[in-house]
């Protein structure tokens, strides 16, 4: 089944405690984002990587990094996580070119409480 | 800069009733355009898509045409069911490296029995 699949799903940890969001697509996608969602103000793209070893800045980067050293895996990397990176994360994966019209395919979420 | 504009909710419908989603956008170029659609405790899913002016995308009984003349992208449906209350966004693509989707707020619907 085409897939992505993020974890974990649901997350509380404490202001400066490192964590790892892990993403992965079975699609063979050359495309991935990273995007989080709150309230009021719909989803904003953090990071993207166009392929292995390709990534940028998103709308709202600040406090994250990425890497991409494999092309089926994004992981989402919070070093020193504060309350106002509570939100709900989620990874997409798609095509490029101009035939892929830029359809996306989102992982199931993660939701991450910062105390 | 890119920006789309969606109806405001909560929306609140009975079975079989009809279904409008307002969705506008400012855009340069051509966009494309998506609505995904978000259940609950769920990812986003795409339920429909347009490419080009007048094309009407169309699922599960949604359909929405991509207006140019009016920049519009309005989601309907003759008949909803329970099993349709979600969270609906309406999408632009309009071309650029980073590929980025620039989403509406969201729509909460809920349709009760």
């Known amino acids: 089944e085409a897939q992505v699949t993020q974890n974990p799903r649901y997350l509380i940890t404490v202001t400066g405690k490192k964590l790892t969001v892990t993403c992965s697509q079975n699609?063979?996608?050359?495309?991935m984002s990273w995007y989080r969602q709150d309230p009021g103000l719909g989803l904003r793209q953090i990071y993207y990587s166009m392929n292995v070893e390709v990534t940028d800045k998103g709308d709202v980067p600040e406090g994250y990094k990425v890497s991409r050293k494999e092309k089926r895996n994004f992981p989402l990397i919070l070093e020193s996580p504060s309350p106002n990176q509570t939100s709900l994360y989620f990874c997409a994966s798609g095509l490029t070119g101009l035939a892929s019209y830029n359809e996306q395919f989102f992982g199931p979420g993660t939701r991450l409480t910062v105390l | 800069g890119n920006s789309v504009t969606q109806m405001e909710g909560p929306v609140t419908l009975s079975e079989e009733a009809f279904l409008t989603i307002n969705c506008t956008y400012t855009?340069?170029?051509?966009?494309?355009l998506f609505w995904y659609v978000q259940y609950p405790g769920e990812g986003l899913q795409l339920l429909l898509k347009a490419t080009k002016a007048d094309d009407k995308g169309s699922n599960k009984g949604f359909e929405a045409t991509y207006r140019k003349e009016t920049t519009s992208f309005h989601l309907e449906k003759g008949s909803v069911q329970v099993s349709d209350s979600a969270v609906y966004f309406c999408a632009l693509y309009s071309g650029g490296s980073n590929y980025k989707l620039t989403f509406g707020k969201g729509t909460l619907l809920t349709v009760n029995p």
């Open positions: 855009a340069t170029g051509y966009p494309s």
């Open positions: 699609m063979n996608h050359e495309y």
